[in-house]
């Protein structure tokens, strides 16, 4: 199956800029969909089709691929994006969904 | 409004059986693939299982195929996961998604399954 690895931590300073990693082999010749989790929620969609925001996401957030590595970026970090975030794609070869071992975003 | 409410989660022994309900509304059940992702205690998200709008097709994580079977009822707007064949190892929180274009836009708030003796 299919695997994706992501930094376990990221920390940034408030209204810097965040990156997180999502590596993978030929990843960029998948779609990579991004998850925000926050302590005892259900996962949100963020970022879908590597770099479409769903409504009600802020602009502040974006996300690219390419290559091996898949990044989402949130641009001026507030308190409240301090989550856990997500890389998923669907494996076509297994069929299977896979997900990214997950990354904490700590607002420092 | 999306609104997916999972129940069924309960302790259950080793060995034994669950069925994990989620009912939907708020959108045309039929016409969206569905999904479960389960989290263990302190860890990431697995994806589980999916099933297509119409149900003929099933897709499973190696590491339940055989012991899982998802299902759904349209006309009940609801979508099932069976669970057998327990283990410790399948304590978690199991989530409902719908799933369409290969990614989970709505999710419902889970519901847990303990695995004990």
């Known amino acids: 199956s299919y695997v994706m690895n992501q930094p376990p931590s990221v920390s940034v300073a408030p209204g810097k800029t965040a990156t997180i990693t999502c590596g993978g082999n030929n990843i960029g010749s998948k779609s990579v969909h991004w998850y925000q989790q926050k302590p005892g929620q259900a996962p949100v969609l963020v970022i879908y089709y590597n770099s479409d925001r769903p409504s009600g996401i802020p602009e502040r957030f974006s996300g690219s691929n390419s290559e091996n590595t898949a990044t989402l970026t949130i641009s001026r970090v507030e308190a409240g994006d301090e989550a856990d975030y997500y890389c998923?794609?669907?494996?076509?070869?297994?069929?299977?969904?896979?997900f990214g071992g997950g990354t904490t975003l700590t607002v420092l | 409004e999306v609104q997916l409410m999972e129940s069924g989660g309960d302790l259950a022994q080793p060995g034994g059986s669950l069925r994990l309900s989620c009912a939907a509304s708020g959108f045309t059940f039929e016409s969206f693939g569905m999904t479960w992702v389960r989290q263990a205690p302190g860890k990431g998200l697995e994806w589980v299982s999916a099933i297509s709008g119409g149900g003929e097709s099933t897709y499973y994580a190696d590491s339940v195929r055989g012991r899982f079977t998802i299902s759904r009822d349209n006309s009940k707007r609801t979508l099932f996961l069976h669970i057998s064949g327990l283990r410790a190892e399948d304590t978690a929180v199991y989530y409902c998604?719908?799933?369409?274009?290969?990614?989970?836009?709505?999710w419902g708030q889970g519901t847990l399954v303990t695995v004990s003796s």
């Open positions: 998923q794609v669907w494996d076509a070869g297994s069929e299977h969904r896979v």
């Open positions: 998604a719908t799933s369409s274009g290969g990614f989970f836009a709505d």
